[in-house]
């Protein structure tokens, strides 16, 4: 690598301490992408993105931090495309500056690390028997604080009595109230549920409620 080359790595390594981090890729000698391997929660590796931490250029060297992008993708043929973001994996090489013939930067954003939802589909049968003189019966409830689901309720009414059974749903705009008589099924698509009751003007009823549930699971994606 040329000594102007290197000095550009130098100052790009200051910019990484006094703003945000700019990620690279070097070239080998023959023109190839350099990869560098490791670990990260047990699962090995590959990836050809850096920030550069340091140059020392009396040995000409470099200490590297290895980067992974996001989402994760194989490269084809050495083809960088379709990148969105990286993450810091807390790994960190050091490397001959000799043995690079060149690198380009990237101007895409690099995170400690990263919220993903994952979409987590239920189906949940729950059978009932309530009177008319019971309090609202709670069905189904969640504890999460972030709520964040969409679900189709079904109501099937297997009794042949007068009155009405009462759907209560409370959602984190408000509620929902949907009404069936016997004999009746009744669907209803709901978003944000927080809790679902039962109650009815029926002497007594007998029957299904299924819940058909799409709710999502926010995680933290880091490896530092």
Known sequence: MSKWSEQSLKRIANANVLQSAIPIYLYTCNGKL?????????HVFKSPFFIVESVDE????????????YPLFVLENDRIHSLQKF???????KVDLHCFCGFSHIPIPVYDGIIVADLIKDTICIPYTMRKKDTPIILWMTNEKNVMNSATISLDITTKSEGELMLNIFTKEGGVISKASAGESKSITV???IQIELETTMESVTGTLEIQLNRKQERKITFV
Do not use: C, Q
């Not at 350099?34 to 047990?42: E, L, M, T």
């Not at 040995?59 to 931090?65: E, G, P, R, V």
């Not at 993450?87 to 090489?93: A, H, V």
């Open 191 to 193: 978003s944000n549920i």
């Open 34 to 42: 350099f990869y560098a391997h490791g670990d990260v929660n047990n």
């Open 58 to 69: 009396k040995n000409h060297s470099a200490i590297l931090h290895i980067l992974l992008p």
């Open 87 to 93: 993450l810091r994996t807390g790994k960190f090489i």
